[in-house]
């Protein structure tokens, strides 16, 4: 579902829950936000969050990582983390997918889902069709 | 405060070491070791807290203290991958200014199984422009 975005989320002063939509500027950068509850022993691992295009399997087209380290404990503990995701090499488009991970594991990767058609990243600021379309006197 | 001239005896009583009983390997063990100060007078006092005789957590931390007065001193150390037995001391700065042992506590700590890496509630919470 399509969620109008408030003027602050246009400017980027708050961040938008999924499965809402973000508009960017090409060359703004993204900050992907994720929360994970852990408990067991003291892990190090990776966290990567990328905007691409969901099919058979997510072509990245843009991404970023970041090493989380987190501290032993018998109990779940909620943890948020995040990253900074440049659009620079983003085509302009619409539509483009989202989603994060946690790799280096024991086990599997870790994936969100996947959230689709939730970025949508302009080009540089243009005009088009400039003319005189008329004049008269007045 | 004036510094109180003592002598030879026990002045101090290590009334409590406040800590879990058990704790995980890489967890941070908070520790609070009580000392009462029993002498009709006010005392200055050091405390000292180790575990296992290895590693000292609380190191020397001193203060005045009251006639039948408590005061904590706190510390923390990370659980090794083995059970630990925390001491803590107290001191007395005695009328040479030499610091004497005065009494003492112990508490076990047992090593905590920890449950296989496990994760839950893994979601984006939000995205926006920076």
């Known amino acids: ?138 | 405060m004036e510094k109180i001239i003592v002598g030879a005896g026990t002045y101090t009583d290590v009334v409590d070491i406040v800590a879990p009983s058990s704790a995980a390997a890489g967890e941070t063990v908070s520790v609070t070791i009580k000392i009462k100060n029993i002498h009709s007078a006010s005392v200055y006092v050091a405390a000292v807290g180790v575990y296992d005789s290895e590693v000292r957590f609380i190191d020397w931390l001193m203060a005045w203290i009251s006639p039948g007065a408590t005061k904590s001193f706190s510390g923390s150390f990370v659980m090794p991958n083995k059970n630990v037995t925390i001491h803590g001391y107290s001191y007395y700065q005695d009328i040479d200014g030499y610091w004497r042992y005065d009494d003492e506590m112990s508490k076990n700590v047992t090593l905590q199984a920890l449950p296989s890496p496990e994760f839950s509630g893994f979601a984006v919470n939000d995205y926006s422009t920076i």
């Not at chain 1, 099919?55 to 990582?65: L, P």
């Open chain 1, 1 to 138: 579902m399509y969620q109008h975005q408030t003027l602050e989320q246009l400017l980027g002063e708050t961040g938008i829950a999924p499965p809402g939509k973000l508009t960017v500027m090409r060359g703004d950068r993204v900050r992907v936000t994720i929360g994970f509850n852990y408990r067991g022993t003291a892990l190090s691992f990776s966290f990567r969050a990328a905007i691409g295009n969901k099919g058979y399997i997510f072509d990245e087209i843009a991404y970023a990582t970041k090493a989380i380290s987190l501290p032993a404990s018998a109990d779940f503990l909620g943890y948020t983390s995040f990253v900074d995701i440049s659009t620079a090499a983003i085509t302009p488009q619409a539509n483009l997918d989202l989603y994060a991970k946690l790799t280096g594991l024991p086990g599997a990767d870790l994936l969100t889902p996947y959230y689709l058609d939730v970025i949508d990243v302009l080009g540089a600021p243009e005009f088009s069709g400039f003319a005189i379309t008329d004049y008269s006197k007045v």
